[in-house]
């Protein structure tokens, strides 16, 4: 337990996200219906961060496919919401009216059950993931060349999905998730029930993930990241931690999608651009990777920021995100958590994380 | 402990957005009225639809001169959903919940229409679309202000299939694979099925948004073309910046619009810039508006934007108007006048307005609304693409014939 | 009501052009012209009076009508309503015939001789036996005099002599296409064809000839199609391999930089057309040398800045390279805008030439193709002919070996950044006439020219030309099946399972894994 939240910062991020889980609660109309929206979103991309932080900051393997997994807990979820809306108010999805079908295709059965939906998001998470890391850590590709392959799994994913004969709605995506769980999706207390929800799984996750990196198995996982060789010829089989953990990152991220997608209201292949994925890692490179915090603290950043510009000054918006980065690789190598320990000197030298 | 101290400052105001007051402003204090716009001013859509939010902020600029509506100012609020469909719906909900803008003018794609949607419909906004589309949808909290597929694509499909037009026989459909193309598609091959032409007269592909090498697909519709049964004709419904690409490599392998016609739906001055039109001449568009409509309101049209475009430095073309852009400018006229008949900028009373009011529109029509439902009644002309990227005007309508928003 | 008088005036007039085109030969200017000005049935008039009349006109009506179609093509036509009428597409194409006729009969050059007849020999059941008599008559050039005669022979298809018949099919043959083709299939059915044996041969010969060569057009199609995008692939991903061979740099911002030598390229035109109008149409060739040189110059400033501090970080400089594509994509934006660029294209890069069948070589993709060339021509005699490209090859090797051996390394690294970032700006200028210039336009490359650098492999340019070759001609073979979308689908899955297979892609450095 002591060692959970030893780390001043993290405890702090905790605390503050679970306030936010009783304000939301405990005083509705305290927080505008668009701020409510937000913040979940915000907590949705949070959950995304730290899954990435995950594998990247801990394993040392950096995904830039990320969005796959985020997309395909998404998806699962406008699946559901689309069929359920489907059963309440009859209406029949767009994506089907112009496609001239009368029904689902066959794989799109069961899906009005949550219960299946949620459970599919996870098994077909585990199985993709799954597939794609044991080839991949197998054959040891890592580096830049896993980066790579990654990325091009993504773009592969998002011009299937392009395709309308894929039957999940092509470039539109899925819209109009009228319905949750049978409460109107207009209602306010449902916009705040899903960002407190959102929250809520972030602040377990957190908490998961933090017993996890300081446990025996997290320990395992850190010394994968610092020097994989050595930790073979010690008689450690790498490719189970490093399946494990990637699996695990990958669920969260599927998590995250499923969260996020009935708050946007919106999912289509945009989620899959390669562009995507790249942003989520540079959130985690902004507040700081190899520390659950700083992802936190990096996904609610840019993307509070993101959401600030975009009434007000959007033209701005790239030349910020582009100088953040440039500043935090060649400034603050592990990320604005450096702020503290920063001292005037123009280019530095990364001490925690080594060498990938 | 200083270290620590920092820490918690930057995750305090990493978390400030999360627990800051509501901050809500009044559009309605201070003398203004905020209209907001979403048009991608980055991103594959940011050429065309970039346009449009100066448009919108020009037709504001003519009003407030003339003293605004209701006594209020008009103030524009711009956002840039970059064309990432699911920001539009971010920035919509921005704009009608924070910004609390009287109405929206928005959206080029139908994908980005029905994002944005959901979200106008929860919130009880209004959003003015200036693009022709597929129809098949009404919502009460959309001005469809441009045309439904009956009178945007069915004049000119006639008009190819009269003999002045050749008398076409076989159809080749190459569209961006969207809700839009897939339509219209849908809706002409049913029309065709109705006027007894067989299914094997007509071919159906689709490329991805932005798709640019069509060189293998204009190889297949040479030989589609060469083949039994009758006079081809090409339906582009590609979108975008496939559009000069799709035509560039017509032009490339010499076919000429006489051999193989291109109706292409969604073309228009813009696309053509940059292009050596020489060599398609005659190929076929189909609008609402095009720059050569003779009237005055027309030419006051094209002076004011050319002049509007020097003025305040726009980063486009002065010399070039497309139809979205004059229907953008209808829109926010449309919008004024019924705002001022209704004397208030409540969306139900602007709604109540809407039957009655009419407005000379550059392309010399007399536009209007009527109580049927939120479409405009708007006059169509049929291009023909000209030696100087523009469109001859090859047909007109008489009047403005009643949109019909659902079927063909 | 006003129309209506305008209408039957115009009937009326053609009435007596009709009268007088059937007695005295010669055109009647004014009647033919307010023909052409009336409605589309008038205007078609004109234009079959004019062709009708063009066997026995005057030299001097026939220039008169060649003008006068010209104007009613070009709407320069002086109509008495002040507006010229917009050609209907059938009127089009009558006049387009029309035009073509009367250049063939009074133009003075061979070339345009050629071209009208090329023009009227697509549809030959058009042009008049009389026009043709006379074009034959007057033709003094023996190439268009031969050429004439082939034409004259394509009217005997349907001719009652067999004979004659059957050189016409054969004739037919010399030229294959589809068209073609349909035209032979539907002799099948022709009663002759049941009823003759030595008719039927001819024909069977005539339709296994063109089929044979509409295949070899379609091979060799198909091999210049996978050709042209192999050689856009390798030109996006050439200074991409030299950057990530040398410093195991992932440079995410090279699409910018192609964006940037095509951006570079059309300033290179614009300044030609501001100070030398006479060479705007060399612009390409006089590029070359400035946008090699800026793009360069900026990838030099780039690793000097920014990847110097990064070599020890790769996936830093991953993320590093993403920031500065997304500020040049923004920038470019801000100062030149999202609309396309206007690029002249000069007479190399337009059109194309029938070769076999439907088998067509474009001039805009065979310059790239031929540019491709030159750029691999000239990087590997740089790579492997001059001290500085021993250089790199010796830190691409092994750096810390070359280091010790007292090759400045780091400056080796910030010429060979220079390099790509030159080669990637002569992509963008090579891509100008075919692709459309926005400032979005590098994002389309990143992914195929990294899978192509990957799958070539680090250690030599030839894993490079081989990957990209492979890579187009599969895409191109796979497309007619299954559509562009599902090819590149296809295409990147199959190298990313080659990629699990030989990691280190097809040529890989000899010695331990980095």
């Known amino acids: 337990m002591n060692r959970l939240f030893n780390d001043r910062l993290f405890t702090t991020v905790l605390a503050l996200l679970a306030i936010g889980v009783v304000v939301l609660v405990a005083m509705p109309g305290a927080i505008s219906p668009y701020m409510v929206n937000a913040t979940g979103q915000l907590a949705a991309f949070a959950l995304l961060a730290v899954s990435l932080d995950l594998i990247w900051g801990y394993a040392g393997v950096l995904s830039l496919g990320h969005g796959l997994y985020f997309a395909l807990g998404g998806y699962v979820v406008a699946m559901h919401l689309l069929k359920h809306a489907m059963a309440v108010t009859g209406k029949v999805p767009d994506f089907m009216q112009f496609m001239g079908w009368s029904e689902f295709p066959f794989y799109w059965s069961g899906f009005e059950h949550f219960g299946y939906a949620a459970v599919m998001a996870v098994v077909l998470t585990i199985l993709l993931a799954g597939a794609c890391g044991y080839v991949s850590f197998r054959s040891r590709v890592g580096g830049v060349y896993f980066s790579i392959i990654t990325q091009a799994f993504v773009y592969v994913a998002m011009l299937l999905m392009f395709r309308n004969d894929t039957g999940f709605g092509g470039n539109n995506g899925m819209t109009g998730f009228s319905v949750v769980f049978g409460f109107d999706m207009a209602d306010p207390a449902v916009t705040r029930g899903l960002a407190a929800v959102s929250l809520l799984v972030l602040v377990v996750a957190l908490v998961g993930c933090r017993s996890l990196v300081t446990s025996r198995f997290g320990r395992l996982v850190i010394a994968c990241r610092d020097d994989e060789a050595r930790l073979r010829s010690l008689g450690y089989g790498t490719l189970p931690i490093k399946l494990g953990v990637w699996c695990l990152s990958a669920v969260l991220a599927a998590i995250a999608g499923f969260l996020y997608v009935p708050q946007v209201g919106i999912i289509n292949p945009r989620l899959l651009s390669p562009d995507v994925s790249l942003e989520i890692a540079v959130w985690v490179a902004i507040g700081g990777r190899g520390a659950l915090s700083g992802a936190v603290i990096g996904a609610i950043l840019v993307n509070g920021v993101k959401f600030w510009l975009s009434s007000r000054a959007p033209e701005l918006w790239p030349f910020i995100l582009s100088g953040l980065v440039v500043l935090v690789v060649l400034v603050f190598p592990n990320g604005l958590l450096d702020l503290g320990r920063w001292r005037p000197r123009l280019i530095a030298t990364p001490s925690v994380v080594k060498r990938t | ?408 | 009501m006003q129309y209506l008088a305008k209408s039957l005036v115009q009937a009326l007039v053609l009435l007596c052009a009709l009268g007088g085109a059937q007695q005295a030969q010669a055109y009647d200017h004014a009647a033919i012209t307010d023909a052409a000005c009336g409605d589309a049935a008038s205007s078609a008039e004109a234009a079959r009076l004019i062709v009708t009349g063009a066997g026995d006109a005057t030299a001097d009506d026939l220039a008169w009508a060649r003008s006068m179609v010209t104007a009613t093509l070009e709407r320069t036509l002086a109509c008495s309503t002040g507006r010229p009428p917009v050609l209907s597409l059938r009127n089009r194409a009558a006049y387009d015939t029309a035009a073509a006729m009367l250049t063939l009969l009074a133009a003075p050059e061979p070339d345009a001789r050629t071209a009208a007849l090329r023009t009227l020999s697509r549809k030959p059941e058009q042009t008049p036996a009389a026009v043709l008599d006379r074009a034959t008559a007057a033709e003094r050039d023996p190439k268009l005099k031969a050429a004439l005669a082939e034409f004259a022979q394509l009217a005997d298809l349907g001719s009652p002599d067999l004979a004659r018949r059957g050189r016409a099919i054969s004739h037919l043959a010399d030229a294959p296409s589809t068209r073609v083709a349909t035209q032979l299939a539907t002799l099948r059915a022709d009663p002759a064809y049941v009823a003759d044996a030595g008719f039927r041969t001819t024909v069977e010969a005539a339709i296994t000839r063109v089929d044979r060569w509409m295949l070899v057009g379609q091979v060799l199609s198909m091999l210049y199609n996978g050709l042209s995008f192999a050689s856009i692939l390798f030109m996006s991903a050439v200074g991409l391999a030299v950057i990530f061979g040398l410093m195991g740099v992932i440079n995410l911002a090279q699409g910018e930089f192609i964006m940037m030598g095509a951006y570079g390229t059309f300033l290179v035109q614009q300044g030609l057309r501001a100070v030398a109008p006479g060479l705007v149409e060399w612009y390409l060739p006089i590029a070359i040398i400035p946008v090699f040189l800026v793009t360069a110059g900026i990838g030099v400033l780039l690793e000097v800045g920014l990847i110097r501090h990064l070599y020890k970080r790769p996936l830093m400089s991953l993320l590093a390279t993403w920031a500065v594509s997304l500020f040049l994509v923004n920038l470019v934006r801000v100062v030149f805008g999202t609309q396309n660029l206007q690029f002249d294209t000069p007479f190399y890069v337009r059109g194309g030439i029938a070769v076999v069948g439907d088998f067509i070589i474009t001039w805009n993709r065979l310059f790239a193709i031929g540019f491709a060339g030159l750029s691999l021509a000239g990087t590997w005699l740089l790579l492997r002919r001059t001290p500085f490209g021993l250089n790199v090859r010796a830190v691409t090797q092994n750096r810390d070996m070359a280091a010790c051996v007292g090759i400045a390394t780091r400056r080796v690294d910030m010429l060979a950044f220079g390099l790509g970032s030159g080669l990637a700006g002569l992509a963008g200028l090579a891509l100008s006439p075919l692709y459309n210039v926005n400032p979005q336009m590098g994002t389309n490359f990143v992914i195929d020219s990294f899978m192509v650098v990957v799958l070539g492999g680090v250690a030599a340019l030839e894993g490079t030309v081989l990957a990209a070759l492979g890579i187009g001609q599969l895409n191109v073979l796979v497309e007619p099946f299954y559509g562009a979308v599902a090819a590149k689908v296809i295409v990147l899955l199959l190298t990313i399972a080659f990629l699990q297979w030989r990691p280190e892609g097809l040529f890989a450095l000899q010695g331990r894994r980095r």
């Not at chain 2, 292409?264 to 409509?293: F, I, M, P, R």
């Not at chain 2, 169509?380 to 659902?406: A, R, Y």
Request: charged letters at 20%; glycine letters at 8%.
């Open chain 2, 1 to 408: 402990m200083t270290l620590i101290r920092r820490r918690s400052l930057i995750a305090g105001a990493a978390l400030a957005p999360l627990a800051a007051p509501p901050f809500i402003r009044s559009a309605r204090a201070a003398g203004t009225v905020k209209l907001g716009c979403l048009f991608s001013s980055s991103g594959t859509m940011a050429n065309l639809e970039g346009r449009l939010v100066h448009v919108v902020r020009m037709a504001a600029d003519e009003i407030n001169a003339r003293g605004g509506v209701n006594g209020s100012t008009i103030e524009v609020v711009a956002a840039d959903p970059a064309s990432d469909w699911p920001l539009y719906a971010q920035a919509g909900r921005q704009m009608l919940q924070e910004e609390k803008v009287a109405a929206l003018f928005g959206c080029w794609t139908s994908v980005s229409r029905k994002t944005v949607l959901p979200v106008v419909e929860q919130n009880n906004g209004l959003l003015f679309y200036p693009l022709h589309f597929e129809g098949d949808e009404n919502s009460a909290n959309v001005v469809y202000v441009n045309s439904p597929p009956a009178s945007s694509v069915i004049p000119a499909v006639d008009y190819l299939m009269s003999a002045d037009g050749g008398s076409a026989k076989r159809f080749f459909m190459i569209g961006s694979d969207y809700v839009w193309p897939r339509t219209i598609n849908k809706q002409l091959k049913a029309y065709w099925t109705a006027k007894g032409i067989p299914e094997t007269s007509w071919r159906e592909e689709y490329v991805p948004f932005g798709f640019s090498n069509f060189q293998t697909l204009i190889n297949q519709i040479r030989t589609f073309a060469d083949q039994p049964g009758g006079q081809p004709v090409v339906v582009l419904t590609v979108v975008g910046n496939s559009i000069p690409d799709f035509f560039r490599e017509f032009i490339n392998q010499a076919i000429k619009a006489t051999d193989i016609p291109v109706l292409a739906l969604d073309a228009v001055e813009a696309d053509l810039e940059g292009l050596d039109t020489k060599s398609l001449v005659g190929h076929l568009n189909c609008w609402a508006y095009l720059q050569a409509a003779k009237s005055p309101a027309n030419t006051k049209f094209l002076s004011d934007w050319a002049s509007y475009v020097k003025a305040k430095k726009v980063p486009f073309s002065g010399e070039t108007s497309i139809d979205p852009m004059v229907s953008t400018y209808d829109a926010v006229h449309l919008w004024a006048l019924a705002a001022a008949k209704a004397g208030s900028f409540a969306v139900p009373e602007v709604k109540k307005a809407f039957p009655g009011i009419s407005f000379d529109c550059p392309s010399g029509y007399k536009i209007k609304m009527t109580a049927d439902n939120n479409y405009v009644y708007r006059g169509v002309f049929i291009g023909s693409v000209n030696e100087k990227q523009g469109f001859d005007i090859l047909w007109q309508s008489k009047d403005t014939p009643k949109p019909v928003p659902f079927g063909v």
